[in-house]
Every structure is written in structure tokens, then in C-alpha cells.
């Protein structure tokens, strides 16, 4: 179990399913701590994208935000994270990648996963419902952005 502080709140986080041989492994990134930085001037509907173990979901969680991703383990993850800090599991919506997204998302966050072909997908949906006005912020390790990353952002969402 860990503790972190994200958006001024400590929270406790841990890795799901809770292993005791990975007690040392954090359930968040640096990703995560970089994404949240970003996000304290923009209103209104949150996107959050790839959310690992559920670190976003609770810094945002009093957002209201909607979490895609393509992980079963990863929604368990952040629900279990969630009642673990006395968060209200429901102030996350929780949805599949395949469903449509909510139209006009004042902020989305993207953890770039390392599938360009997830990301590519996901593109591709946000592309349908963003606004000239979306604040668009993605991030992660820089060993997973390439050149092939870069022009897919570019390629799909100008």
C-alpha cells in the first residue's frame, strides 16, 4: 500500500489485485503526476483515458469523469482504489472503448498506451466528439513515445 499526494489530497493506492510480493511496485506514474499538473483551469466533462490503477480517476473523481479503457483489471483497480480512499465508487462513470463517447468533453487525458493501434482507435472516437475548445492533454513514459505516436496525434486529430 502507498500513499501519494495528487492535486494537493493524499491518497492510498495500491496495484490491483493487491499482491504482497508487489507492495513495492506504485500504483500510479509520473504520467499520472504530469496529467493532473495540467488540469486545474478547464470545466466541465473529463475524459480519462488508459487509467492504469486508478490514479486519475480519484484525484478527478469529485469531476465526475468518464474512464475508457479496454482493461476489466484496470476498472476493478480503480473501484477498488476509490473504496479504499472513501470515494464514492458511481462519481466515475466506467466504459468500454467500443461504446460512444459523450459529445463535447471539456478535457480528456490520455496515458498513451503502447498498442498504436488502441490508440489509433481511441483517436479516431475522440475525433467524433471533441470541440474546437478541448483541451486535449496526453502523456507517458518517453521511452513508449516514438516518431509513429506523434504522427498518429497529428495524422487523426490535427
Known amino acids: 500500500m502507498s500513499q501519494v499526494e495528487l492535486n494537493g489530497e493524499l491518497f492510498t493506492l495500491e496495484r490491483f489485485p493487491p499482491n504482497a510480493e508487489e507492495e513495492a511496485l506504485q500504483a500510479w506514474e509520473a504520467a499520472d503526476e504530469y496529467l493532473l499538473q495540467q488540469v486545474n483551469d478547464v470545466d466541465g466533462l473529463t ?18 469523469p468518464v474512464s475508457i479503457n479496454d482493461s476489466y483489471v484496470s476498472e476493478l483497480a480503480t473501484r477498488y482504489n476509490l473504496r479504499m480512499n472513501g470515494i464514492d465508487e458511481e462519481s466515475v462513470r466506467f466504459q468500454d472503448p467500443l461504446s460512444e463517447l459523450p459529445a463535447a468533453p471539456a478535457l480528456v487525458l490520455i496515458k498513451v498506451p503502447k498498442q498504436l493501434a488502441l490508440l489509433e482507435q481511441q483517436l479516431r472516437a475522440l475525433r467524433e466528439v471533441v470541440t474546437p475548445e478541448t483541451r486535449i492533454i496526453a502523456a507517458a513514459k518517453a521511452r513508449d513515445v516514438h516518431n509513429s505516436t506523434l504522427a498518429l496525434f497529428e495524422k487523426i486529430l490535427g
Open 47 to 64: 475524459l480519462i483515458f488508459n487509467d492504469s490503477f486508478g490514479a486519475l480517476g480519484c484525484a478527478l473523481a469529485e469531476r465526475n
